[in-house]
């Protein structure tokens, strides 16, 4: 499935004016193995068994809907893993975990200045701080909603809205991109168009359906 939904031929082409992108596999990839195994020789665990432990915890959820905050983040690892992190090396291996994809930067640079941008992440302070922010092409967006800052995690509505507010665009002109087709549909939902990344091709003719010039 490339798209959340299918243009209505019979319709006119929607008047596209915003593009909003998720940010983890659409923009970056990411590998969390890459925190397991970076954190695993200081607490003498396997990343396998850190895996159980951190991504079965309520932690990371928690951290990324703006529940708890960084130090107490920290602090909760330290104790479910038995080791006392220091924080300085904690955010080395917790945020060296993404790289760029380059056709999406690619995409982003032509969209720029004929339409107007944005990024919905589902994400927490550290993971934007040293790796969404410090992205080259970060700088294009012209509003940036943070599941954490929201207070709300896709496929929450609340976290579109907050989107769309600062863009202050209908819904109907706007598009959403992301790689979960839940969250896809959630903006499809509130009148998006919301389509699914599978690939630079199948979203360039998306957009193309849509009327996005690409």
Known sequence: MTSSRTPDSSRPSPTIRG???DFGNVICTFDNRRILRALAPL??????ALETLIYGSSLPRAYESGAIDSRTFLEGLSALCGHAFDEATFIRAFTDIFTPIPTTFALLRRLKGRYRLGLISNTNPWHFQ???Q???VFPLFEAVTLSHEARALKPDPRIYRDALNKLGLDPGACVFIDDIPAFAEAATSLGMHG???TGPEALEADLARLGVEV
């Open 130 to 132: 040293h790796g969404i």
């Open 134 to 136: 410090t992205t080259e």
């Open 195 to 197: 389509l699914v990344y």
């Open 19 to 21: 593009l909003f992108f």
């Open 43 to 48: 607490c003498e665990r396997t990343p396998e």
